[in-house]
């Protein structure tokens, strides 16, 4: 069973993925291991994540090692129509459709839950808050789960301390290979991408205001300066905030910002970043884009409640014409942007976080007798062997401590 835009699609879905397959050395390795291993054998794992060609190419990968994939998507603009036909030709079942609405989503969700998924591996934790929140009876069933992104780590940490997670999971986002790499250089370049095709803008004298430091911000904030944009930076942390500062980037509050910016990017993770009081500051063609998780940091209610027309003016180009007729644009309808106006990160990026991922469900397949009901770090074995595999694949080479050094490094009597 599926769910999906058009089946027709899926030759150029195919190629996509074969296309991105090329990107992934790192995830082809550990495919062509486990297709010998098939560490997943009998597992069925549900996965909620964007259906995207890099995404993909993790199904088949668990699939090869042995489990049953269900998936969906994890957020209701992401999906890659083409994508989705191609897998649910792979024999994946896939319940996805671009634009779908809310409850299209959760019904969506709810697939995958009803085949009774045993590794759960969520962007965003909206399987593991369904299951806990609607489907509790299952919640035994589940042995463990993984976690993409920031804003779900969040959560399960929040749902942990309050004692009622109830399988343990691994916060994939939090290990190095990934949020070092993926959040950062995937983010800052997919960002930009996704604006630039939306709108076709030129980047260079553009004064481009980054909301939050952190490290979508920092590649975001970087790159942008490398296309030539004056870039201000607004943070809530002040050591955050001075980094910026010292990166050379311009730091101020955001209610100093909306006045002078001309692209608005908020990557915080949080909510209500850009409001009533900076809509009525900013200048006549502003354009807001949104690269955080949820649809939650640019308040679209108060934009529209300010707005006395509204237009669809390009693809993933809304205009809102306030009262004094000054225009100002949001895209994609303030969510993910890189992945409802681009494709989402490259492959070569994804690589590595896909690895993390494969292999941390191969960990949590071998050892969730052991584990208890909390978030675990991916184990650093796992970190440093998807950083040696991804070093080999571009073939670098680096240097081994000498005898003498460890000794050195691992001592702390020798001064000066
Ligand atoms: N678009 C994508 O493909 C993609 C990729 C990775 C992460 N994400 C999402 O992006 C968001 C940020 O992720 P991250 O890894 O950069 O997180 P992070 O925790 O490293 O950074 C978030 C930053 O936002 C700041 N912040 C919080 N509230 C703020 C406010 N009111 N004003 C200004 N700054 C504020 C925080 O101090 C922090 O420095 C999350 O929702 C994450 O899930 C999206």
Known sequence: MSDIA?????????LR???AENHMPVLREIRARFTKEKPLKGMTVGACLHVT???????????????K??????????????????????GIDTYAIKGEDNDTYYKHLNAVLDAHPVITMDDGADLVSVLHSQREAQLAEVLAGTEETTTGVIRLRQMAAEGVLKFPIVAVNDTPTKHLFDNRWGTGQSTLDGITRATNILWASKTVVICGFGYGGRGLSS????LGAQVIVTEVDAVKALEATMEGFRVMPIADAARVGDVFITVTGDRDILRREHFELMKDGAILANTGH??????KPALKALAKSTREVREHVAEYVLDDDRRVYLLADGRLVNLAAAEGHPAVVMDMSFADQALSAEWVAKNHATLSKRVYDVPDEIDREVAKLKLATLGIEIDTLTPEQERYLSSWREGT
């Open 69 to 90: 994939v269900v998936l969906c998507a994890s957020n209701p603009l992401s999906t890659q129509d083409d994508v989705a036909a191609a897998l649910v030709e792979e």
């Open 17 to 19: 993925i074969e296309w």
């Open 223 to 226: 790159r942008a300066r490398g």
């Open 294 to 299: 949820f649809d939650v940091e640019i308040d």
């Open 6 to 14: 058009n089946p027709a699609l899926s030759g150029k879905g195919r």
């Open 53 to 67: 060609t890099e995404t993909a190419n993790l199904m088949i990968a668990l699939r090869d090692g042995g489990a």
